[in-house]
């Protein structure tokens, strides 16, 4: 690729790959860093609900456990613990809303929202509050995402080999007590750490479980986190700044969701030499699919380059829909990530004026779409006191 290419796609990333899709006469088209993209929607698809294509482990868990049924087991786990946390996180909403002031920095307030209302399921509150620490330095250093800057991914960078190191040794800890679950009800896990001990296999390293811990937890706090800040972002810019939202969370963050998907290209290596568009493919070539071009396909989507909350109001209005990928490799926590997103945009937005400043809807894109840094002013209602009547007042 040229300078003068790349420069485009740093400029506005998804805008380059919606031209770049626009222009390509074939079935799919080549990405900035080799990878290739499947163009067309039905096409695709077809692609995400392929067996074959979606045979072997899933690529989130890497090669970290043995089969794809551990990696499927430790998904719902991690997904069914967390469900269970649901009522705890909104209890948390509000403190941690009110945490932030009248005056916040974001998107970095994001995952440090979602970090307090779940540092209990993370870690239960027992675990060493070192270790609490620890996790929650790493939100602040922005470790919940790769950083598109330099300077902000190695700062974050820098605690990971600590984080990592002190996670082992819980694990280890854990294990050799074998009690990993005492004091927990019919032998559940206390947290996120203790679901994925016992997902492990016991010949599983204690790095690796750490390694697996911190995967999650980064998916949990990051993804969720990000996707907040997207949907606030979005409603300010594109909606005046003095009355309140027309449009119910629910349809806020779905349409955000649309816009920013955090996950927007989903890839795999083909897993034998293959045909496709016309095209050949060796195995091992990466075949990806963006959840991005598919929600923005004006042949499924109405007027989709506009941001329309209340399309999720009409009837037949939406077309493909998967912000959290789609077919085998759907994420587990899909529906809860939902819930947390949408709990959190309507806390915020309660009984509350917000604003933006320096919001600009162009995503920095680094494996993640991330949103550019902006700063969210957050004034909260004066309740109306009605007026004194005839006869009224101190007595």
């Known amino acids: 690729m040229s300078v003068r290419e790349m420069r485009r796609f740093r400029r506005d990333p998804l805008r380059y790959i919606e031209d770049r899709a626009r222009r390509s006469p074939a079935a ?14 039905e096409q695709a698809l077809t692609v995400l609900h392929d067996p ?11 090669d970290m456990l043995p089969s ?38 974001w998107p970095g307030a994001g995952p440090m929202l979602v970090y307090r209302c779940t540092a209990d399921v993370l ?36 605690l990971r080999p600590k984080l990592l190191a002190a996670i082992t040794e819980q694990v280890r800890v854990r294990r050799a007590e074998g009690n990993w679950a005492e004091g927990s ?32 937890f980064q998916s949990i706090v990051g993804n969720i986190g990000y996707a ?48 496709f568009g016309g095209l050949p493919f060796a195995a091992g070539t990466v075949l990806s699919v963006s959840p991005y071009l598919l929600h923005h396909d004006p042949h499924r989507w109405d007027r989709p380059e506009m941001f329309r909350p209340e ?45 933006v400043s320096g919001g600009d809807a162009r995503p920095l894109i680094s494996g993640s779409v991330l949103p550019r840094p902006f700063t969210l002013h957050r004034t909260l209602k004066t309740p109306v006191r009605p007026a004194p009547t005839k006869g009224s007042g101190p007595r």
């Open 28 to 41: 799919v088209f080549q990405l900035p860093w080799g990878a290739w993209c499947v163009r067309d929607t």
């Open 52 to 62: 074959m294509f979606h045979g072997g482990m899933s690529t989130f868990f890497g």
């Open 68 to 105: 794809r049924a551990a990696q499927t087991a430790l998904g719902r786990a991690v997904r069914n613990l967390v469900r269970a946390h649901v009522p705890a996180y909104r209890q948390s909403l509000s403190e941690a809303a009110a945490g932030l002031g009248p005056v916040s920095r």
């Open 123 to 158: 870690l239960h509150p027992g675990a060493p509050p070192a270790l609490r620490r620890q996790l929650e330095q790493a939100v602040a250093a922005g470790l919940t995402a790769r950083q598109p800057r330099m300077r902000e991914r190695a700062r974050a960078e820098v």
């Open 185 to 216: 009800l019919a032998g559940e896990p206390r947290d996120v750490l203790d679901a994925v001990i016992a997902a492990c296999p016991d010949e599983l390293p204690d790095g690796t479980a750490a390694n697996l811990y911190v995967l999650l």
């Open 228 to 275: 907040v800040a997207w949907a606030l972002l979005l409603a300010c810019v594109h909606h005046p700044s003095g009355p309140p939202w027309p449009w119910p969370a629910d349809w806020l963050v779905r349409e955000a969701g649309r816009c920013r998907p955090f996950v927007w290209m989903v890839g795999r290596p083909v897993p034998h030499a293959l045909e």
């Open 311 to 355: 399309r999720w109001n009409e009837p037949g209005g939406q077309g493909p829909y998967l912000p959290f990928s789609a077919g085998p490799f759907t994420c587990a926590g899909a529906a809860v990530a939902h819930t947390f997103i949408t709990e959190a945009v309507a806390v915020l937005a309660q009984d509350a004026r917000l604003t």
